[in-house]
């Protein structure tokens, strides 16, 4: 019995530790893998692709209604009983009209639209080009959601690196610190000196703190945004990779954004949507022509006179027109909704080319803006890390006061920080600048 407790609480102590360790386990993931993980999980997408197949589903639809249309009708009735008319005759008795209670309908009838003035046509013409731009609009939501991705990816790329450069500020200044109080023990430096490095110490943990939340917010921002659970300890791998060459054209990019911009494509289709809903109100001043067929089977069929109390089959086909001759133009005032509703979406299409315009030539300066703050920003780490190491050497031999010391460590700390925040910044405007030409 002893035995078998025992092994019960080994198995749920293992159990345990193995969560535990699992929880625990760190999620290294690369840009490219981030943004497969996202688009996999992400329920705007899942919305956005449910839109498409109704948008399709739809356009199919209404090609329906061009087709012959076949319908199915039966019944059964049962009457109550009456007299049967019955023609007297010295011939003899001649039953006209026998009562029949049961009565069984069975009706087949196919229809055809012949001309129903383009609204048909015009239908389906809207509805494909309304598939169409919702199949745009989900290209939209694809490389929208891909640009959030990204900006959470570099976030947590630049909070980690900030981290480890306060950490090794941290490191720096403890050295420091041990140093000052050396001196201070052989009586080179004051009890001053040594405050004032445990100041910038107490200073540089509160930053300590500071970044590993932000390394924490911006890991769960990543994880939320990808859809994985938000405990999830995920680290990024790719680095920043900068590019050498040039730059293009601004006139260039602005072209590509106007041939690659889903929304602008989107909102083509709409347009021609909109010229085909003119065309859809206009229908209303046309005849509507429809051919049509029957077939009945019934007991008793009303045709046959006089009637049985068996089944028989007829049939009929038929020619027929519908004209609203007079509506009170309303007609009228349904191509004038139309028109207007395609002159909103024209304005509109001026107004999102503007505003892609706008946005393509920001994100262009800000990229040549972020690349040249990389360079101005490698170049300051440079200088600070020799200004380090040269008042460092001396401050050990005496020839550089304390508070020198603590200026450099904390000049090298804002350059370094400041290099990161340059590379993080130029991955960020380089993915704004491709979503915003399409990419």
Known sequence: MRSAFNGILIFLLTGILSSTVFAQETRKLSLEESIQIGLENSELIHSSKMKVAYAEAKWSE??????????????YTRLSEIEPFILNTPFGNFNISPSIVNNYNV???????IFTGF??????NMAEYSYEAQKQEYT??????ILDIKNAYWNLFKMTRVKSVVDENIDL??????????FFDNGISTKNDVLKVQVQLAEAQLRQIDADNGVKLARSNLNNIIGLPLSTDTEVQSEVAIEDQLVPD??????????????LKAMDFRLKAGESGVTLAESGWYPQIYLAGNYYYSRPNQRIFPAEDKFNDTWDVSVGLSWDIWNWLATSDQTKQAEAQYEQVKDGYKSLKDGISLEVTQNYLNLLKAKEKISAADQ???????????TNETFKNGLALNSDLLDAEFALLQAKTNYIQA??????????????IGK
């Open 62 to 75: 209404v090609n329906t209604y061009r087709l012959p249309s076949l319908k199915l009708n039966a019944s």
């Open 173 to 182: 200044i403890k050295a420091h610190l041990t140093d000052v109080k050396n």
């Open 423 to 436: 590379i993080a910044d130029y991955e960020l405007a380089k993915s704004n600048l491709e979503k915003s």
């Open 380 to 390: 300051s780490v440079h200088q600070s890390e020799e200004n380090y190491r040269v």
């Open 107 to 113: 009706k087949l009838s196919l229809q055809q639209p």
């Open 250 to 263: 601004l006139d260039q990019l602005t072209e590509q954004a106007m041939e690659n911009r889903p929304e």
């Open 119 to 124: 609204k048909l046509s015009s239908s389906s």
């Open 140 to 145: 939209k939501d694809e490389q929208q959601l």
